[in-house]
């Protein structure tokens, strides 16, 4: 069973980055199908997709997002992470690591999910 | 973006009762629909994929309908367990979106 846990600062001060890592276990990051991705979760309980990456291909981004995010992966240690930049209190969020499988028809879309990591941004 | 938009944004139902909770997207999203279950403090949970499919270990009390841009998740014989917050998601494009989510309490 595929299972992913967050890692990474619980406070960010503003204009600074906002920096976590997940790592996967239970099977590879390489998985033919599977795509990595955020989510985040507002206070208020909006979720909000923030990007995937695949281990052979570019990363995609949420455009409202585009300009301040990078995901990367690292199949050495079977984990991928999230970089967000010029963060600001909005920014304050559960940010969850997810897999979606894109296998299959038809495809059963993200059944996998960390536990989350509260970030909050302040000085 | 596809907007996906659930409602109501709460319900409260009894014991027992069967419970309906609809998500119309912006545009047709084909059969590119889940449903998932959110108790406080914990990740989303997948009960639903493809409008109608369940996650493996999902229990047959939870029901997704529908096509093109509106559907529908019901929940039979509401137990105290099933007291969350439900949220659809379309994943027929980048970026996915959910719904607003829907907080079901018991009366």
Redesign the interface.
């Known amino acids: 069973q595929v299972q992913l846990q967050e890692s990474g600062p619980g406070l960010v001060k503003p204009s600074q980055t906002l920096s976590l890592t997940c790592t996967v276990s239970g099977g590879s990051i390489t998985r033919g199908g599977y795509y990595w991705?955020w989510?985040r979760q507002f206070p208020g309980?909006?979720?909000?997709?923030i990007?995937?990456i695949y281990y052979s291909g570019s990363p995609?981004y949420?455009?409202?997002l585009k300009s301040r995010v990078t995901i990367s992966i690292d199949t050495s240690k079977n984990s991928f992470s999230l970089k967000l930049t010029s963060v600001t209190a909005a920014d304050t969020a559960v940010y969850?690591c997810a897999g979606?499988d894109r296998t299959g028809i038809?495809?059963?879309?993200?059944?996998y999910?960390?536990?989350?990591t509260l970030v909050t941004v302040s000085s | 973006?596809i907007q996906m938009t659930q409602s109501p944004s709460s319900l409260s139902a009894s014991v027992g009762d069967r419970v309906t909770i609809t998500c119309r997207a912006s545009r047709g999203i084909s059969?590119?629909l889940?449903w998932f279950q959110q108790k406080p403090g914990?990740?989303?949970?997948?009960l639903i994929?493809?409008v109608s499919?369940l996650?493996s270990g999902v229990p047959s009390k939870f029901s997704g309908s529908g096509s093109g841009t509106d559907f529908t998740l019901t929940i039979s014989n509401l137990q105290p367990e099933d007291v969350a917050?439900y949220?659809c998601?379309q994943?027929y494009n980048?970026?996915?979106?959910?719904g607003?989510?829907t907080k079901v309490e018991i009366k």
């Open positions: 991705s989510i309980k909006g979720l909000e997709w990007g995937y995609y949420n455009p409202s969850f979606e038809p495809p059963p879309g993200t059944p999910w960390g536990q989350g | 973006d059969n590119y889940a914990k990740a989303p949970k997948s994929y493809a499919s996650q917050t949220y998601q994943y980048y970026p996915l979106t959910f607003g989510g």
